[in-house]
């Protein structure tokens, strides 16, 4: 009912606007209109056009009306993207990124269907001669660094594990741990950063970034300490 009453309104509006105009329109059309004409004539027009239109400038008075059926319709297909998004996350499958681990039993289900998957993909790119157990390898440096990363959060998670923080979050983050285990002053707070810097070295080796011959040399000095003490924190 509202929407009809304000295309009548509308149409009242442009109607009126035409009839002045017809009934000056010798005055408004001749050789000499009148100012008081011209402004009639602008307002006709504008009366005309402001059905299809937001706001309208008139002499410094700016007439504006809301397109209530564009948004509406912009709010529909919001509200329609908003309801996909929602349904596609319901109802998708979950992938194992970063969550907890599969169990062994889910791991030999997910072994048995991939691995068709994977013998076809060999198959099409293998070089001839070449044998699966060949290709892995890994260099001493990248190796140090790893096992350095491994026993630093290794250690923090026995930490961790041995205290009951609340609002804690699995998996937990090495740095989420370190900055809980100093606000509980379990870890000393200046061995905080020594612990992170060593930690943000270790990450890009494992991630099979490159690593620079100081960037070693600077796990190999304070590594050993740093799980040293740890080691050392019931």
């Known amino acids: 009912m509202e929407k009809y009453l304000k295309t009548a309104y ?126 892995i390898s890994v260099e001493d440096e990248t190796m140090f660094l790893f096992t350095a990363r491994h026993n630093i959060e290794r250690e923090l998670r026995r930490i961790w594990g041995n205290r009951d923080f609340k609002d804690s979050r699995w998996p937990s983050t090495v740095h989420y741990m370190v900055r809980n285990l100093a606000e509980a002053d379990i870890v000393p707070r200046d061995f905080v950063h020594a612990i992170k810097e060593v930690y943000n070295v270790c990450s890009p080796a494992i991630h099979g970034e490159e690593v620079t011959p100081q960037q070693v040399a600077f796990v190999k000095d304070l590594a050993p300490r740093i799980v040293a003490t740890l080691r050392n924190i019931a």
């Open 10 to 135: 509308m149409t009242l509006i442009a109607c009126t606007g035409v009839a002045l105009v017809f009934l000056r329109r010798e005055s408004i059309f001749g050789s000499n209109p009148t100012p008081v004409d011209l402004l009639l004539l602008a307002i006709a027009a504008a009366c005309l056009i402001f059905p299809v239109v937001k706001e309208i400038s008139l002499g410094g008075v700016t007439l504006k009306r809301e397109l209530e059926n564009t948004k509406k319709e912009i709010s529909e297909r919001l509200n329609q993207v908003r309801n996909e998004i929602v349904s596609s996350v319901a109802v998708s499958p979950t992938f194992n990124v970063g969550g907890q681990p599969l169990t062994d039993e889910a791991l030999k289900r997910l072994e048995t269907s991939l691995e068709q998957t994977v013998n076809n993909a060999f198959q099409s790119y293998a070089q001839p001669g070449s044998a699966p157990s060949d290709v």
